[in-house]
């Protein structure tokens, strides 16, 4: 008899222990794609047993490392396997701007639909070089490693009831990490409670906030372990992908900008970029770094900041709305109403000649949260442009959703990113029971 699985299931969560392992602040680490190399060689100085060794590792065959470090961890018990199934309730407190914030959230596996289905929906495109690389680590370890971050909607009383009741409990385990966040991780082990969060987002859409490379992966490691293993219908833990989900009006839920800074310019486009950008900008010249910084904080949506080696600072605002939906004419209003689709569309692409085809395979284009970092980029010689711009809103995500579109990448930066190492995700510990 084939088992009715259900879409979010609790799973026997691997953990450090802490006896073996050390520290659980010496353990954890960032999300991969924050980790440059220096970054790197400090979490590995930090401990033997630091996660970057299992996510992010530096030995000449990286994936069949951390498979060999994850199968001896557990065997030595630095990893040991939760007593029962579990749902994690998981909070991070900071502060943004002077304000303390929460943000809370449920740690899961989420059973696998394909985009189609329109149960799970992106909202921004990926790099295929990130997914073969997530991919292979994947297939070597057969595990999840950190999770999707998911929004789901709110709503539902009993689950907020739920998660004030447990947020109201000793954690479990806590570690502050290196932004200065409070992670605390509580198990909802209940049946009882289980079930209510079962019941509560068994047909809620989820969006996919952030690791929409490693979802897209998870979908391709199901089809491949399908086919290398016919004969059931039973859910597998390869059917399913470890998801920390986290309510749309959350609190604590913050989005910060995510400005461009690119390596290689066109010299002869940087050279005639105001000219250029006049035919659809409103250009202002801007007479230093920390003044277009100001500039751009205080116009908000749809101004720009572009600093050029060796061109100085403009402030530019869209003026031309048919040159935009000219240049996106198979994109929704929600997409032509993102500061980070007129940069795209009308400076990388119209002005500079930077191509998305290109602009996905990478290596000219680098993503950051730090204004500042970036011009001083520009300013060293280190980097020929830079180009700020205001975040988009949570709204401004739901709308393009909602409009079957995708962002451009990278377009988003959830703060603060959710911490690696707090829990794993074994895939063949076990089928999936029914609900």
Not at 329 to 343: G, Q
Request: hydrophobic share 45%; aromatic share 6%.
């Amino acid at each position: 008899m084939v088992k009715v699985a259900p879409r979010i299931a609790p799973f026997r969560a691997l953990t450090y222990d802490a006896d073996r392992a050390g520290r659980l602040e010496t353990l954890i680490a960032p999300p991969y794609d924050l980790i440059d190399q220096r970054r790197q060689d400090e979490l590995y100085a930090r401990s033997p047993y630091n996660v970057v060794r299992l996510e992010l590792n530096r030995a000449a065959d990286p994936y069949a490392s951390a498979a060999a470090e994850l199968a001896a961890w557990r065997a030595d018990g630095i990893l040991k396997p939760a007593a029962r199934p579990a749902l994690y309730h998981y909070t991070q407190t900071f502060e943004l701007d002077g304000r303390g914030l929460t943000r809370t959230g449920l740690f899961a596996r989420i059973r696998l639909d394909e985009f189609s289905t329109g149960t799970i929906l992106p909202h921004e495109r990926t790099f295929p070089k990130a997914k073969e690389d997530r991919l292979r680590l994947l297939e070597a370890t057969r595990a999840n490693l950190s999770p999707i971050f998911g929004l789901y909607p709110a709503g539902d009383g009993a689950l907020a009831n739920l998660l004030d009741e447990t947020a109201r409990r000793m954690p479990d385990f806590a570690a502050r990490d290196d932004l200065g966040v409070r992670n605390e991780v509580r198990a909802i082990a209940d049946a009882g409670a289980i079930g209510i969060i079962q019941k509560a987002l068994a047909d809620a859409r989820i969006l996919i906030a952030d690791g929409h490379h490693r979802y897209e992966t998870a979908l391709e490691y199901r089809r491949r372990r399908r086919a290398a293993e016919p004969g059931t219908a039973d859910a597998r833990g390869f059917d399913y992908v470890m998801i920390a989900l986290v309510r749309f009006d959350d609190p604590g839920l913050v989005i910060l900008p995510t400005h461009r800074v690119a390596r290689r310019l066109d010299a002869v486009a940087a050279g005639a970029f105001d000219e250029r950008a006049g035919a659809a900008f409103a250009v202002e010249k801007i007479t230093h770094a920390d003044a277009l910084r100001a500039a751009v904080a205080e116009a908000g949506r749809g101004a720009l900041g572009v600093a050029l080696k060796g061109g100085g600072f403009r402030l530019i605002r869209l003026r031309d709305r048919a040159a935009l939906n000219a240049a996106l004419p198979d994109s929704p209003p929600p997409v032509r109403e993102l500061d980070v689709a007129i940069l795209h569309a009308l400076v990388f692409d119209r002005i500079f000649g930077l191509k998305p085809d290109a602009i996905r395979a990478g290596g000219n284009l680098e993503y950051t949260i730090d204004a500042k970092g970036a011009l001083a980029a520009v300013d060293s010689g280190a980097a020929d442009g830079a180009f700020l711009m205001a975040p988009p809103t949570v709204a401004d995500v739901e709308k393009v959703c909602a409009s079957g579109a995708t962002m451009p990448e990278k377009s988003t930066y959830f703060h603060p990113k959710l911490a690696t190492g707090l829990l794993i995700n074994p895939l063949d510990d076990g089928d999936i029971g029914g609900a």
